[in-house]
């Protein structure tokens, strides 16, 4: 069955407003964060099956949710025929045979990186989807590398593929973790950390990358034992294009994560908690600067859909979560002395009754 | 038949998960955000009817919203059996009638300001309200100063409470808008731009506004016909602290919306597209800073949500829409040269089978 | 005898090559800090005589600067033989005589704000001079307003007469101290702190001010007894500008001096301690923005008068007081070892011999 | 005879106000702007000589300088009885010979880098002023690595010596040009350019340079034929410290020159044109900011070294240079307005004469 025969039934149960039925495999920090988005802040989706080795912990989790399920078996999970896709949030070495059961039937998956354990599993998954694309036109298997949906690297890549900057020549990247949980080694931070600037310079500069080089500074006193910790990572990729990437897990201090990319017209850098800074040449001279919000919608746009969501929220609770008349009352009085005063030249009281 | 009454019936027709049916009133540019809004971004919500007096525009914005009808009169879109909220975004003048018919029928509200038109019908809604919350203990009228749902003025309004600036004595406020339809007048400025600054204030400083200035600076060459612009708004708060407004809303530019508080122990600027600018003292002098996002969750969260909702859309479309399953295969070859490139201390060449 | 009597016969005594022969009267702080000024960064100035009524502090100044005497009179000090031009640093109570006696030699006079205690006397000045410049083409009086000269106000004022934000409309000042010296009243607020933003307004404006309007917000409890704290200012020029000051002198915090001039076709705001921050239209929407640094001329410009000032001083005390040859000889066996690592493309190690 | 014994004599000429006698050696771009800086804004010094193998350069220097004379041969112009202390600004090959000439004559000398041409020779010159200093007690040969002296980077010095980042680890960097003569080649780049960023390794970090590694990604379209542009260079510190520089020579843009060290507690950045950034944990998580200007001598004594600077040249010339006494008179009298509308509360006009 696939997901263009699953998608219709679904709809045939409640016509075109059927939420998506998501199953979510594996429910730690990250899939737990998966359900309360599919449930809570995500519209067309709701979460009707979880699973995960630690039974207790899926109880739980699907106790919050209303009309959702515990699968104990992920398998089982993906062919429950109250679900029409799949969220795969488990740890690493179940993400072959979980995707590859989710291609199998057909059914869409978003699957947290890594996509499986090594290259040639993972070559093998390309493959499977493959032939199932070739049969249906669809595909089916996304990969979690989110950094693609931040806003920030978003107009970053726009401009670099607008050709805004000119031809990319390097890529400045930091990763700056403040801590890293035990257990955690200097290979695995390659594999988990900087995993993520290997996605970023794909998706940025859209080739492949040719070649890497690690090297080991002095390490932090704070680093784990046996960790090396920062790391330099050199990666060149198949146009000659140099990323380097700062990977420091154990700053102590924050999360950051920065890249600059440096092309022959000019240069822009995000991950400041300042949006996106770019130097470019300007009538007077080469100019740094961040765009000015251009309206309204882009500077409340996300303050509405707070807004909406929480008197959603509360509404279905029966109250309100912001606001009330006496807000509209307290304005309307001041904006009426407002106008007085605009008419008169003058200083005007505010006349409001007691509350 | 109250909301409280509402609710469970909607449970009953589809238990616990059944989402919050939202009438919206007036499809204006406002009106039809909302909709999207409710539609494509809000979780556990459904805009099942809308009503516009120009009902092409609300047969236009019906028909994208699957299971949505028009219902042209708004009371009766407010009476509407299958409408458990409503959203009030019709022009100004209405307002007190339809938010007076929800209080009347104990239906949750959302009114776009101004909440009415003048001071004394605005606190005939508060009265009428205040009577329905004696009754039930539930409060329903939320007024849509979304501004106070912005995390910079969340952020800016938690600094103030907390009492990290201390006691606040001034705010400056800057809100510049590119231009203004035809027909904006001065008085229009202070009761629909203007008014979003005497909300911030009593929302940052827990106090009423006491007294408005209006001074009239010469005015831009842009400023349409009649139009003084900008203005200088001077409000006094009951508490004797003095805000400031720049209202400039022909500037040809952008959207600034400027915020500074300045109190005993520092000031906090935000509106810079550099979120919350703090002044405060510190070991070594006094220090401007921002805050550096703690942890991924800050940093990414939002990302994940844009991930989960477009891949959600797409999963229902039939298909994806990010990164695929050949990203995942190309981030794992990486990795391994990057594993072996740190064992070995050397440049490590990339082996990737051809796409 | 008038100043271009005096110069040459300075020259005559030692070419043209003779410094400027200079009298500072009042050397408390601000004074004190000319004579060093005069004495050990300026080119072309010595000082000759030092005057102040506190004798002991006068002779310790001299003290350190060679070849300087003091003379307690003023009067005296300003018809001192080797005196060519005076600095007034004296209290403000004594500046009106001690500039019309150098007036009245035609002796060049640098004056400390105020000119004078109040409008009649300064404008007495005003026509003292202006009947000298009548009879000599030449100008004698200069006041000390030196923000004209910080690099952040030369530049907003370039740009604000150079039309790049379209016609100024409106001033936003906020000037901050941390903490005023006992004695200080709300009205020497006005007269010592807010004329800076007064002289600021003229100076970027180019017009008068027309009206004064001071209102008296809520103040700190820093506030010394009796002072109102902080003050907002609004200035009216003749144009119909409006400025407005915050003028705040007991923040606990720092010294700030911000200042935006906001027109028809952008704003610029300085001291932020980010140069000049200008918002302006771009091709791709509007953008906040700094000047890159255009040359090294002006990123280091600085670096090398702090340079070789030091190393004069240094020299003249027989030593150095910088980078020596080792570092020399240290960077160009780190560069002999960068050509190699160029060539070969291999990591290349420095050979260093022990220093 | 010594710079010791040069400069009593020169202190019998003129007693010890007298001026350090300065010879530039080679007036290019570099010995010119030496010239300028030492004879206008420099104080206790004068250019008594200049040498250029460019003779008509050199009268054209000289011609602008009173009291200034050229000396063709430089050695000579080195042992000029009128010559206390040299600056080098010759061609880097002459420089060798120049310097051992001064150390010969006991001559302070001010050497442009490069010291010499390659690392013997400095080693040479080294071990010549190590045989006078043991003698002397005196050093006599400062090389010209400007950066020292540019307040960020003493301030970013002070930051890591003080501990302020914990141990230094990593060391990023950025030195962008806009663009470089014909004829610099990639060799060049590395002697001239990427040497300044070995001198700030050694500064900052206190410690040699062990290795170095050149890499060589995709170059921009800029760059002239054979120039291998942006390189990046990593330099290894013998205490395992790693340096990384983006060397780009023809940005097409500004001058660029960024440096970040980033410690075990924190990090710091400069070159952003914002002064210091830092990144240090804070009370309530992580704080990235920028001092705020302390005092009115940090906000304004450049300000103040300029405004008297530029008086003392005009009032050499017979003028003033700034604000003058009519600028006094209308401060006095919007300042006197402003008192009295303190006073009464009310807006007041200003009363000024006609101009």
Not at 40 to 69: I, Y
Not at 164 to 177: F, K
Not at 183 to 208: I, K, M, P, Y
Not at 337 to 350: I, K, P, S
């Amino acid at each position: 069955m696939t997901a263009a025969e699953v998608l219709p039934a679904a709809a045939a149960a409640g016509p075109d407003t059927a939420d998506l039925r998501v199953a979510v495999l594996g429910v730690g920090l990250m899939g737990a964060d998966h359900v309360a988005r599919l449930s809570r802040r995500v519209s067309g989706a709701r979460v009707t099956v979880v699973s995960d080795a630690a039974t207790d912990r899926a109880d739980q989790v699907a106790a919050e949710v209303p009309g959702c399920r515990v699968v104990p078996d992920p398998l089982a999970a993906i062919a429950d025929p109250e679900v029409d896709a799949v969220v795969v949030a488990s740890p690493g070495r179940f993400h072959e045979e979980q995707v590859l059961a989710c291609i199998e039937r057909g059914t869409p998956v978003l699957c947290e990186k890594p996509l499986t354990m090594d290259a040639d599993s993972s070559l093998a998954v390309v493959r499977a989807e493959d032939a199932h694309t070739a049969r249906t036109g669809r595909r089916l298997v996304q990969v979690g590398f989110m950094r693609r949906f931040d806003p920030e690297y978003a107009a970053l890549r726009e401009l670099v593929a607008s050709g805004g900057l000119g031809e990319p020549l390097l890529v400045h990247c930091a990763h700056r973790n403040p801590a890293v949980p035990a257990g955690v080694t200097t290979e695995s931070v390659v594999n988990d950390s900087v995993v993520h600037e290997v996605d970023v310079a794909r998706f940025l500069l859209g080739e492949e990358i040719a070649a890497v080089t690690v090297l080991r500074p002095r390490s932090t006193r704070r680093a784990a034992e046996g960790l090396s910790d920062p790391l330099v990572v050199l990666l060149e990729t198949t146009g000659g294009r140099l990323v380097d990437v700062e990977c420091f897990v154990s700053t102590g201090l924050a999360y950051e994560v920065r890249t600059e990319v440096v092309g022959e017209d000019g240069s822009a850098l995000i991950g400041l908690d300042a949006g996106l800074v770019r130097q470019q040449a300007g009538p007077g001279g080469a100019v740094r600067g961040t765009a000015v919000t251009p309206g309204f919608r882009e500077r409340f746009g996300r303050a509405y859909d707070v807004e909406v969501q929480r008197w959603v929220d509360a509404a279905r609770r029966g109250g309100i979560d912001g606001p009330g008349a006496w807000d509209g009352y307290a304005a309307q009085a001041v904006c009426a002395a407002g106008v007085e005063a605009l008419r008169t030249g003058r200083r005007t009281e505010v006349r409001m009754e007691e509350r």
